[in-house]
């Protein structure tokens, strides 16, 4: 639909097409004074402080006026884009007339001279009705106030409310006196163009085009004729600027409604009428000035107009155009009455005027009866009136008159074809995304906006008509928008009218078009439309109406948006507020390691765009840690590493079954990490509780682990080291323990032959799942109880272990460790500096506390323990929640006369002496782990009364470890 492939009959080449390209060279700065006062930029005098533009590199002062050029670049070289700009002006101010009034160049000088601005001209009314002009931030990383952004900081600088910031650069609605003297001159020499002898026409001629008149589907209803005979004006008369693409500023447009039949639209410069649509419900007239006599060659298939320098790349050639939409009209039937053009040549007093008509086509042979459609074209002398009336008018010496009736014609023209042509338009300019907005050059007047928020269409004079939503290129209407109720217009180069019926626009072609724009708009407004972003409980702005096209958006240019538009830091990684939360220890590490090394973990809404922000997973957070890891690694002085104790992890993996796995040793890991099959370890002492998380993730997060494998060595190590640091650790003593598990194992495997109990019955007795709200009934699976029937065996059966040294049944289990000398213990109530409640204290114990005479320093110490063990009980029943109900069997005491045991159950309860923790342990984790150890191990004898010490008892136990060591690295 441009002016270079435009089947339309007319073509009017602009000399202001920004579409020639000049070499930027610092040679263009002996352009000469005259041609650089185009290039000025006008400093709104209604500017905001904030909105207060940088300041000027440089001033050249002419005869005439101050020249100030702006040193913001869009490439950050000031000197080659404003004399490339000046550079290009000159070559389009080449062809047209530079000459400037006295008067207005006096004026310009003075009042450029006393405010160092360049001055705001008067114009006629009409025009663009559009807000000042404002200088935009720099999009290479400056704030208003010039200061550079801080790169620390990962949240957006801009929170306004979504829709509070507006587009405060618009178009340049001012124009010169000049402006419209050379807009005149270009019409002018348009028809010098076109001119021919008139004596070539005859007196008569009917030409027949060759065209059949018939339905076409794409050429149904009035729009499409409408079209293109529009289209022919505007291309003919330039009535859209290639720049700004929107209605030329210095063109006034007005309407008027006589008789509440007749509508009269017109075009002025300078008080000069330009063209004029007469409308009426059955008929419309379109007067268009500057229209020398079309010679009838036009009427010829496929002739070339050389005024378009690719009308030899055309669909269907010069003319092609108007002549389908004459014939879709005549296929109207009595809803069509005529279609008239008629050409005034005034000088030559000339009239000419063309008749479309359909020429009937007899049937012949296999060919079908149709019609064709010719044109009958009359040349005659123009009466005196019709001299008197264009000659004492404002008309040009040249004036065309289409004459349209068809049924309806004139209803369609306004409700329909008006919305659909943005030559029409007066756009509001503050709610715009524009390549206009950023004072740069070249830019082709392309922008998108909501068509719902901007005003009536002629003030409402001719009734409550809006722009029409949709894709517009070159001030057309072509097809619905990709975004919902928005308008999408683009007037330069970057998107053409694909399809022979000029309805659809290419879908990579319009993306690109789009990210043109927001490339060059403005900035801050373009971050306010896309806060629904990153907070969708703030609404959703009119660019985000429509996700599917957004998100093809934000596929190729998250960079952009995310960094440059939203100024997210570069280094920020996106997380939900679920991992944020999440007490995983590796997340809750990696997000300070992270967040310490300029990578701060940044949570985001749910509900946010997935295009946008990339949540990380666990697998890619634990690889940029190993990044960074590895980097200060290689920059740190090499330090030999500890072989010991690569080989002690490495005999304990093999055990394991991944003994391919690798050992790595770093300082800047706090917990054990899995990563690619390594495991990454603190580099520091060892000790009980490093070597079980070790264990634990190679379990929960390593493939190949063997669960049998695991139990018995963990049992080993537990039985085998004691709490807190391990001075000296060899391989010997790895072997040890590992000889240990093996053995562990091989008791557990000879049992389990010949025992029908599977491992899962064993853990599954205490989940809730299995419970049968309090009823005694058997599980559906066999060999499954639930726990309360569980628990009445127990009660029943189970043989008591306790004071005085009673044992479980030996079952071939060795000796029973429970079974331990132990006093008789005394339930006594004590005071908050015991913590409360009540404790078993053996006789002498309890006179103590009774008499209050028990060491104070030491009632602190067992009110710590029994803090540490109600920690180590939540543990257990988080991991085990149907070891819920069975929590009030466990008692807390203190047998000051032994410290050879640490707990037993008797059958009913489960006491934990806390005399042999007194000094025993270094840490707060250090004391739950032992205690979870101690009550799991109860818990077992608890859920396995007869298994003694045996591997039944041991499986169960093995089992509820496992699960609450899930939970600790969970």
């Known amino acids: 639909m441009s002016s270079s492939d435009s089947d339309s009959e007319f073509s009017f080449h602009n000399s202001d097409d920004d579409s020639i390209e000049v070499e930027e060279t610092r040679s263009s700065r002996s352009i000469s004074q005259t041609t650089s006062r185009t290039s000025r930029r006008r400093v709104s005098s209604s500017m905001s402080p904030d909105e207060s533009p940088s300041p000027a590199k440089r001033q050249k002062r002419s005869d005439d006026e101050i020249v100030i050029i702006d040193s913001s670049s869009d490439d950050g070289d000031s000197d080659s884009d404003d004399m490339g700009l000046l550079q290009r002006l000159k070559n389009r101010g080449s062809t047209t007339n530079t000459s400037t009034s006295a008067s207005s160049r006096k004026n310009a000088t003075t009042s450029s001279r006393s405010t160092n601005t360049i001055p705001r001209l008067s114009r006629p009314t009409g025009g663009l009705k559009t807000t000042g002009l404002s200088s935009d931030e720099d999009s290479h990383g400056e704030s208003d106030d010039g200061e ?5 900081d990962y949240r957006p600088k801009h929170s306004a409310t ?32 076109r001119e021919f002898n008139l004596d070539q026409i005859p007196q008569h001629q009917v030409i027949s085009t060759g065209r059949t008149i018939k339905s076409l589907k794409a050429w149904s209803g009035l729009w499409p004729a409408l079209r293109e005979f529009l289209q022919n004006t505007v291309d003919h008369l330039s009535l859209l600027d290639g720049k700004t693409g929107r209605r030329r500023a210095c063109l006034a447009m007005d309407a008027q409604k006589e008789n509440g039949t007749v509508s009269t639209i017109s075009f002025t410069c300078q008080d000069k009428t330009v063209c004029k649509f007469i409308v009426q419900p059955d008929e419309l007239i379109i007067e268009q000035q500057f229209t020398f006599p079309i010679a009838s060659r036009s009427l010829d298939t496929g002739v070339i107009d050389t005024s378009k320098s690719n009308a030899s790349n055309c669909a269907g050639g010069f003319g092609d155009g108007f002549k389908t939409a004459a014939a879709a009209l005549m296929c109207k039937g009595k809803d069509f009455h005529s279609l008239k053009w008629i050409f005034y040549a005034v000088q030559e007093k000339t009239k000419i005027t063309w008749t479309f008509q359909g020429e009937t086509k007899d049937a012949i042979a296999t060919f079908a009866k149709s019609k064709a459609l010719q044109v009958v074209i009359e040349k005659e002398r123009m009466t005196t009136s019709e001299v008197q009336k264009l000659s004492s008018s404002d008309a040009s010496a040249y004036v065309m008159r289409q004459v349209i009736n068809v049924k ?15 030559v029409f338009w007066d756009l509001d300019e503050s709610v715009l995304l524009s390549t206009d907005g950023r004072n740069r050059r070249g830019l082709g007047g392309d922008f998108i906006g909501p068509a719902t928020v901007q005003p009536m269409i002629f003030q409402g004079k001719l009734g409550s008509i809006k722009p029409k939503s949709g894709i517009y290129v070159r001030g057309i209407y072509v097809r619905p928008s990709k975004i919902k109720d928005s308008i999408m217009c683009f007037y330069g180069n970057r998107l053409e009218v694909s399809g022979r019926d000029r309805n659809e626009v290419d879908d990579d072609e319009l993306i690109k078009a789009t990210r043109y724009i927001l490339h060059r708009c403005h900035l801050r407004y373009l971050q306010s439309l896309l806060q629904g972003l990153t907070e969708p409980s703030r609404g959703t702005s009119w ?20 960094y440059d538009v939203l100024q997210y830091s570069k280094g920020c990684i996106f997380i939900s507020n679920k991992t944020t939360n999440s007490k995983d220890p590796f997340i809750q ?21 997935k295009y946008l922000f990339q949540e990380i997973d666990e697998y890619s957070l634990a690889e940029k840690c190993i990044r960074l890891i590895k980097a200060k690694m290689k920059k740190e002085s090499k330090k030999k590493s500890d072989g010991n104790m690569q080989t002690v992890f490495s005999q304990f993996l093999r055990f394991l079954g991944v003994g ?15 990563h690619d099959g390594n495991i990454y370890i603190p580099e520091s002492n060892l000790s009980k509780e490093l070597l079980v998380r070790v264990l634990n993730v190679c379990l929960t997060r390593l493939e190949g682990v063997k669960n049998e494998n695991y139990s018995s060595l963990l049992e080993s190590i537990l039985k085998s080291l004691d709490d807190g640091i391990i001075k000296s650790f060899t391989t010997n003593d790895a072997k040890k323990i590992i000889d240990r598990a093996k053995k562990i194992q091989q008791k557990s495997s000879k049992f389990l032959s010949n025992s029908t109990t599977t491992t899962k019955e064993s853990v599954e007795v205490l989940d809730d799942s299995d419970e049968d ?20 065996n127990i009660f029943r059966n189970a043989k008591k272990c306790g004071i005085g040294g009673r044992g479980f049944e030996k079952d071939n289990a060795g000796p029973d460790d429970c079974i331990r000398s132990a006093s008789e213990l005394l339930p006594t109530n004590v005071d908050d500096s015991f913590g409360g409640g009540s404790i078993l204290f053996d006789r002498d114990t309890s006179n103590e506390v009774k008499n209050k005479s028990f060491n104070k320093s030491r009632a602190k110490k067992i009110q710590k323990l029994r803090k540490q063990l109600n920690e180590a009980t939540n543990v257990i029943q988080k991991a085990i929640p149907g070891i819920s109900k069975h929590l009030d069997m466990i008692f807390h005491a203190y047998d000051g006369k032994n410290n050879e045991y640490e707990g037993f159950y008797d059958g009913e309860r489960i006491v934990v002496n806390l005399f042999p923790f007194l000094s025993k342990f270094n840490s707060d984790r250090q004391a739950v782990l032992h205690f979870v150890t101690v009550l799991t191990h109860e818990y077992a004898h608890f859920t396995r009364p007869d298994a003694g010490h045996g591997p039944e008892w041991r499986d169960a136990h093995m089992q509820m470890l496992i699960e609450v060591m899930k939970t600790l690295e969970d």
């Open 543 to 562: 660019l985000l109406q429509s996700p599917s096209f957004l998100n093809r958006i934000l596929e190729e240019e998250r960079d952009f948006i995310l």
């Open 408 to 422: 309806n014609i004139g209803k369609e023209f306004i409700n329909k074809a008006v919305p659909m042509f943005t």
């Open 162 to 193: 979504l829709g509070s910031v507006k587009n405060t650069f618009t178009v340049k609605s001012s124009f010169s006196d000049k402006d419209c003297h050379d807009y005149l001159q270009s019409l002018q020499r348009n028809v010098e163009e």
């Open 589 to 609: 590490w990696s997000s300070k390691f992270l967040a310490d090394n300029d990578m701060p973990l940044v949570p985001i809404e749910k509900g946010v765009n």
């Open 148 to 152: 550079e952004k801080k790169q620390d």
């Open 773 to 792: 709200d309090g009823s005694n009934q058997k599980n559906a699976r066999s060999n499954k109880f639930t726990a309360d029937k569980h628990v009445e």
């Open 660 to 674: 391919r796995s690798k050992v790595i040793f770093s300082r800047h890991v706090t917990i054990p990490f899995i």
